[in-house]
């Protein structure tokens, strides 16, 4: 670039960043700090950006309007756990064998009752339900194959059905007798298979054995319509009706959402509260 | 005139309370990085926030310059001061931000690093208004307030705002010149 001597004010300007940064040959300075001396713009302009370059080297530090360390240290503080996906996992799983088993282990029981209740009934159909029976659980793990039927304490005024696991010894006892099939006819899965297999299927394998439970009793309750009061049957109904709304909806919901625990522990609930009532019903006493 | 001497807010003293600070925090002592961090906060926020001039955005990336501190700790050998350490992992920190958060936004905006092409400040002001320098260099396009910022401020070299930034040399001084003019204008003098 030419640069011509004496610097005008265009000059100047041209050469004023290369100046600033100490860029500029000697003789480039040496005429610009001579135009600067006559000029008076020129010289503001030097001045005023001298000014500005020594402002900025002493501004003051800035604070944050918060402390920020909480921020921080929760960041960093963040436990790593390894293998954290497959610990989670474990963990859904868990959560869902413990409805899962409770579910299991409630039809079993309420499968004993049954049991219990339609044998009594069918033996004599004029006479009155038994009274709830008691329940005495000899085993960890239960299923309907293992369902003592209440015969075997018949004369007692408090049959008692016994529940024993597989994997307890199953030599019969006074009070205990092993029967399979199940008091239907259909041989259910053994009961280790419940806690073998995963949460999901074990809760959906419990429904259709709530669902052959209620069938009994609705049969039950069929037959002792004549025998209980009308008024009775009315709030029975009603509330199998209520119930049987629950139960639908909670199977639409499940089956637009299969996966969801929340809604098979609902659906679950709805037919263990079902099987309850229906049990009651058919246990009432007849009217007089 | 010879480069701008580093400004006393930018000198670490080579002994000061956070040198054993130092060893503890990369030893994964969080109490001695916490004492680390109140001793330099103030200057890793100015710089954030004088780099992208919204205040909230500057404390994230504060906080996000802390976190990644705390995560290469054990890199830093002490072959410079950890306030430099920290400063320039800062910068780092700052224009990596941008250019993952920006670069749709970037398109509309004022990106014209090493173009060349001077643009409008980003809030002009009304003619014979004043404002105070923080204020100017806020209104100043993005590459111009980068390297006066740097520059100016912070006291780096332009080759060294030239490798942070991916530019030459040239163009941060064709910047910083064009920085400081706007200023001027912008400060009515």
């Known amino acids: ?288 | 005139m010879s480069a701008v001497a580093l400004p006393e807010s930018m000198t670490v003293p080579t002994s000061y309370a956070g040198d054993s600070d130092v060893a503890l925090a990369a030893a994964g002592d969080r109490l001695a990085f916490e004492r680390l961090y109140r001793l330099h906060v103030n200057r890793v926020f100015s710089l954030c926030a004088r780099m992208v001039t919204d205040r909230s955005r500057a404390e994230e990336l504060t906080q996000d310059v802390f976190v990644r501190a705390w995560e290469k700790l054990h890199l830093f050998r002490g072959e410079s001061a950890f306030g430099t350490w920290l400063h320039r992992m800062t910068v780092n920190v700052v224009l990596n931000a941008r250019k993952t958060e920006g670069r749709n936004r970037a398109r509309f905006e004022d990106d014209e690093e090493g173009d060349g092409v001077d643009s409008l400040p980003s809030r002009p002001l009304a003619p014979g208004d004043r404002m105070d320098l923080e204020a100017a260099i806020a209104t100043l396009p993005k590459g111009a307030r980068r390297v006066f910022t740097l520059h100016d401020i912070e006291g780096y070299k332009h080759e060294e705002i030239a490798e942070m930034l991916g530019v030459t040399s040239g163009a941060t001084k064709a910047q910083l010149h064009r920085a400081r003019l706007l200023l001027r204008e912008a400060l009515n003098r």
């Open chain 1, 1 to 288: 670039m030419t640069i011509y001597m004496p610097l005008d004010c265009d000059g100047f300007a041209a050469e004023l960043a290369d100046y600033l940064e100490g860029d500029a040959p000697d003789a480039v300075r040496a005429a610009m700090e001579t135009h600067a001396a006559v000029c008076a713009d020129c010289r503001q302009l030097l001045e005023d950006i001298g000014t500005i370059r020594d402002e900025a080297a002493a501004l003051p530090t800035l604070t944050p309007s918060r402390d920020l360390w909480a921020g921080i240290a929760d960041r960093i503080e963040a436990p790593v756990i390894p293998f954290e996906k497959k610990r989670s996992t474990i963990v859904v799983r868990r959560t869902w064998m413990r409805p899962a088993v409770a579910a299991a282990a409630l039809v079993v029981f309420t499968a004993g009752i049954t049991y219990g209740v339609t044998k009594k009934y069918f033996d004599n159909p004029a006479s009155t339900p038994p009274a709830l029976p008691g329940v005495v659980a000899t085993g960890p793990s239960r299923a309907p194959d293992s369902v003592v039927p209440p015969a075997a304490s018949a004369g007692t005024s408090n049959p008692t059905v016994a529940i024993a696991g597989p994997s307890v010894p199953s030599a019969p006892t006074p009070n205990t007798e092993r029967r399979s099939p199940t008091p239907s006819g259909e041989s259910a899965p053994p009961a280790g298979a419940y806690l073998a297999n995963d949460g999901e299927r074990v809760i959906d394998e419990t429904r259709p054995m709530y669902d052959r439970e209620i069938d009994k009793l609705r049969q039950i309750v069929k037959a002792r319509r004549t025998q209980l009061d009308p008024k009775t049957i009315t709030v029975l109904e009603q509330s199998i009706a209520v119930i049987d709304s629950a139960i639908a909806q909670s199977r639409r919901a499940l089956k637009a959402d299969p996966a969801s625990g929340y809604l098979a522990k609902e659906l679950n609930q709805s037919l263990e509260k079902k099987v309850e009532l229906l049990r009651t019903a058919a246990m009432l006493p007849a009217r007089t």
